[in-house]
Nanobody, 115 residues
C-alpha cells in the first residue's frame, strides 16, 4: 500500500509564494516518476510538474520559470516551490506517484491565489 500525504496549501495574494510538500510512505526510488497535478473547478486535472527517478524534470508551460519541483531522498518527499503565483493557479493540487502500471494519488491540498 502506498500513501501520499500533501501539505503546504493555503491562501496567498497574487505574486506571492507557497511551497507544497508530498510525503510518500515508500522510498522515492521505488517509483518511476513523482509529480504534482492540479484541478481547478470545472476543469480537468492537469500536469504541473514531474521528476523522474533519475532526476529529470518536466513542467507545464504555464508554470515554467515560476515553479520548481525537487525531492529529498532521505525524507521521501517531493516539494513544489511556487513563486509569482497568479489567480489562474488556484486549484486543488495533487501529489502523484507512478510505478508502472500503477498510479497513486494523494488526497489533494487547496491553493487559492487572490487577486
Amino acid at each position: 500500500q502506498v500513501q501520499l500525504v500533501e501539505s503546504g496549501g493555503g491562501l496567498v495574494q497574487t505574486g506571492g509564494s507557497l511551497r507544497l510538500s508530498c510525503a510518500a510512505s515508500r522510498s522515492f526510488f521505488m517509483f518511476n516518476t513523482m509529480g504534482w497535478y492540479r484541478q481547478a473547478p470545472g476543469k480537468e486535472r492537469e500536469l504541473v510538474a514531474t521528476i523522474t527517478k533519475g532526476g529529470s524534470t518536466n513542467y507545464a508551460d504555464s508554470v515554467k520559470g515560476r515553479f520548481t519541483i525537487s525531492r529529498d531522498n532521505a525524507k521521501n518527499t517531493v516539494d513544489l516551490q511556487m513563486n509569482s503565483l497568479k489567480p489562474e493557479d488556484t486549484a486543488v493540487y495533487f501529489c502523484n506517484a507512478k510505478l508502472v502500471p500503477s498510479n497513486y494519488w494523494g488526497q489533494g491540498t487547496q491553493v487559492t491565489v487572490s487577486s
